[in-house]
């Protein structure tokens, strides 16, 4: 565990403290350092990302791969997340399909690959993808 201080000692605050919980940048009369950010975040920090702290740019290292150009390969395994509704009777038998196909152990076996695969067949034939 960390050691206890007293809430005077907290109380000294620095500017390069004040810039580091205001997540600025030190003034210019400072070293220009960027303060290393906690070790332990908040799970709502974890989950969306949202630092108050600018960012940085990532060094190269010597031994790196050339960067990657096309979107498709950096996008190949992400989901995006897409809410839609549907009348009740697509509704069941998108979920009678489901069923039926995880009782069978058939692909696709999820009621999200079972609507990506109608989309897709959809799209393609229009000329979309």
Do not use: C, H, N
């Amino acid at each position: 565990m960390s050691e206890r201080r007293s809430l005077s000692s907290a109380m000294e605050i620095t500017p390069e403290k004040l810039a580091f919980i205001q997540g600025t940048l030190p003034r210019p009369s400072e070293p220009a350092r960027i303060p290393e950010p906690p070790s332990s975040k908040t799970a709502s920090q974890a989950l969306t990302g949202s630092s108050q702290q600018p960012k940085r740019p990532r060094e190269k290292s010597q031994g790196s791969s050339p960067e990657v150009t096309d979107d498709s390969v950096l996008t190949e395994g992400l989901l995006v997340p897409l809410t839609t509704r549907l009348r009740p009777k697509t509704a069941d038998g998108l979920r009678r399909a489901y069923l039926e196909q995880k009782l069978k152990r058939r692909q696709p076996a999820t009621q999200q690959e079972i609507v990506e695969e109608a989309l897709q067949g959809w799209l393609e034939r229009k000329g979309y993808l």
